[in-house]
């Protein structure tokens, strides 16, 4: 056996968080069984009507090797003295009935339940996505999406596959197994069932050991398949980080070393399989050899016919095919069980950030935006914000100012209720955002980030995600004041231009200018810009300056910059550091107070002289 002393330290940690995981997963097959019931107990009609075809299709299929008994018995006319060459018609055609009628059953149950496990998958896979985009911005923050999409992806599979298998399989093997049985022992020996009986016994518990045994094995083997999945994606999305570093070969080494543990794990559980396959079918040729054994010494004895030495050898062929795809079975309803935990755990996951059960939608009058006394921190060594309080007066504009780290964005967070304060309040019109539902908060209040991500699709499609359903018209005017139309006209396809995965086809200042145009079709009553300019050029800034000015005349509006010049037109600047407000007041006033924003302000200004002379 290969050691395992080169893998200890990866996979030591790994071993201790499996064996935990199993002992939960012991109890919760039952709990994820109890979950999946009531979203298949909504098709009960046809549930019925598949069992019922189920059950015609088995007995149509123990109904063959019947007849086919009867055949052999009306051929063989030895001991009449007469050789019979002409085969009952009436048998041979109700033989390939029964085998029709299989089929035709068979594929009856699997039309009728098919809306059953398909429907189920929907239903869940919805909920599991509508589950994720109401969670706070802390899980998502922590949780890597390519974990989550194949946590889902595998989940939604482990659905369909524990339903087929359960009804299409285990059922109709454990009802042929019992019709079986009970035939042999009532028409012959008893020895016959007993031998039936025990290979069945003996196969299970087999299965059942050395499945348990390697579970941990597959288990294993899928955890790193996800970390090198994740692996994978997060390189993928930082292209082009990776190509400024030339870090080319250093990804791929990093993705290599994760599948080199996948494989190892793979190959592990393949070993496994194979001794599993093994001793499956070690026990059924014993088992079949022993039953014609005893059918052969019934026939020489004169107490069986060759009719009945063929029953028995068609049983157990039959039973063989099921019996040997039953471990295959158990296997994957047990791995299905195993991701469909992961599923539901996601849909179980704690919702941080949830409408109070009288939460009322949030009524605008003018747009008053309030933070009282609030102090926040994401974790609880690390204050972000302390004891923050100011008002933005309806239909003015309030700009936030500060070094990094001093709280800035923090405060958009916040007011978008991404996570909840721990202390004081934030009011819009007098009304505690925690009070009324988020869809109607996030519904007053349009934001052009800093960091703008698009959606790997069009440009009017980004656009009009401002305000699904917008007219073409309403496109092309929010890209105007945008001043993005010019630019979007030069493109061969013009607004079907595709922007690529997260928009990395465009430039910083075409992603922003899309953004910008986003949010002023959506057209809020709040307008919150974090840095909303910091990408554009100077004859871009100042165009889009004056047509947020322009409109923070018509919104409330909160101004996150780092350049001071644009923001000078404020009617309330307010100056952060170390999560306070350490001043406040127009820019006129902060400079005649000589304190930190005036030396912002003059280190800004020198870097605007410095810097053209730098470039010349």
Same mark, same amino acid.
């Given at each position: ?62 109904g063959?090797p019947?007849?086919l ?40 149950r ?62 109709? /093997? %454990?009802?042929?197994?019992? *019709? =079986?049985?009970?035939?042999? +022992?009532?028409? !012959?020996?008893?020895?016959?069932? #007993? ?109 069986? /016919? %060759?009719?009945?030495?063929? *029953? =028995?050898?068609?049983?157990? +062929?039959q039973? !063989?095919?099921?019996?040997?795809? #039953? ?62 309080s ?20 923090t405060?958009?967070?916040l ?8 202390q ?12 009324? /539902? ?35 018209a ?40 899309v ?25 871009s ?43 406040r ?32």
């Amino acid at each position: 056996m290969r050691t395992r002393s080169s893998t200890t330290t990866h996979s030591a940690p790994l071993r201790v968080a499996n064996t935990n995981q199993e002992s939960l997963r012991q109890t919760n097959d039952w709990q994820v069984l109890a979950t999946l019931l009531p979203y298949l107990w909504r098709y009960r009609g046809r549930l019925l009507w598949a069992l019922l075809f189920l059950v015609a299709a088995k007995l149509a299929h123990i109904g063959v090797p019947l007849l086919l008994k009867q055949l052999v018995d009306a051929m063989d006319q030895t001991q009449l003295g007469t050789v019979v060459l002409v085969v009952p018609l009436g048998l041979l055609f109700a033989y390939g009935g029964l085998r029709l009628a299989t089929t035709l059953f068979t594929e009856l149950r699997e039309v009728v339940f098919a809306k059953v496990t398909q429907g189920a998958v929907r239903t869940i896979a919805l909920q599991v996505f509508a589950h994720l985009h109401t969670l706070s911005l802390r899980f998502h923050l922590s949780r890597q999406t390519g974990g989550v999409t194949r946590d889902i992806e595998r989940g939604t599979r482990g659905i369909s596959s524990l339903v087929s298998y359960t009804l299409y399989s285990i059922v109709p /093997t %454990l009802l042929e197994i019992t *019709l =079986v049985v009970g035939y042999l +022992l009532w028409h !012959y020996d008893w020895t016959f069932a #007993l031998i039936a009986l025990t290979a069945l016994v003996l196969y299970i518990a087999y299965t059942i050991g050395v499945t348990e045994w390697r579970t941990h094995f597959r288990r294993t083997m899928n955890e790193l398949d996800s970390k090198a999945n994740v692996r994978a994606i997060d390189s993928l999305l930082n292209y082009e980080t990776v190509k400024y570093f030339g870090n080319e070969a250093f990804e791929l080494q990093r993705y290599d070393e994760s599948m080199a543990r996948w494989e190892r794990a793979a190959i592990q559980s393949q070993y496994s399989l194979s001794l599993l396959n093994l001793g499956q079918s070690l026990i059924i040729a014993v088992a079949v050899s022993l039953m014609l054994w005893r059918a052969t010494v019934g026939v020489a004895a004169g107490q069986m /016919t %060759l009719g009945d030495l063929v *029953l =028995v050898n068609a049983f157990m +062929l039959q039973l !063989y095919v099921p019996l040997n795809f #039953l471990g295959v079975i158990y296997r994957e309803i047990k791995q299905s069980l195993t991701d469909m935990d992961r599923l539901f755990r996601l849909l179980r996951e704690n919702q941080e950030v949830a409408d109070q059960p009288e939460a009322q939608p949030l009524s605008v009058s003018g747009g008053e935006i309030t933070f009282a006394n609030v102090t926040f921190a994401y974790e609880p060594n690390r204050p972000i914000l302390r004891d923050v309080s100011f008002t933005v007066p309806t239909g003015t504009t309030t700009a936030v100012v500060g070094p990094s780290g001093a709280g800035k964005s923090t405060l958009a967070r916040l007011l978008f209720r991404f996570y909840d304060v721990q202390q004081g309040q934030i009011l819009i019109d007098g009304q505690d955002i925690r009070q009324v /539902t988020q869809h109607s908060l996030r519904s007053a209040i349009g934001i052009v980030p800093q960091d703008t991500v698009l959606f790997n699709d069009d440009i009017g499609y980004n656009i009009s995600y401002g305000k699904p359903g917008a007219t073409e018209a309403e496109i092309t005017a929010a890209a105007q004041a945008a001043n993005i139309h010019p630019f979007i006209q030069s493109l061969p396809e013009g607004y079907r231009t595709q922007v690529g995965e997260r928009g990395l086809k465009l430039s910083g200042g075409e992603k922003q200018r899309v953004a910008i145009a986003r949010t002023l079709l959506k057209n809020p009553p709040i307008l919150l810009f974090d840095e909303a300019t910091s990408a554009l050029d100077s004859h871009s800034e100042q165009a889009i300056q004056q047509e947020l000015r322009r409109l923070a005349e018509q919104h409330t509006a909160l101004v996150i910059a780092h350049r001071l010049s644009t923001i000078v037109h404020a009617e309330q600047i307010l100056v952060m550091r170390d999560g306070q407000i350490v001043e406040r007041g127009t820019h006129t006033h902060l400079l005649t107070k000589n304190g930190l924003y005036a030396q912002m302000w003059a280190l800004q200004q020198q870097d605007e002289v410095v810097v053209p002379a730098v470039t010349q």
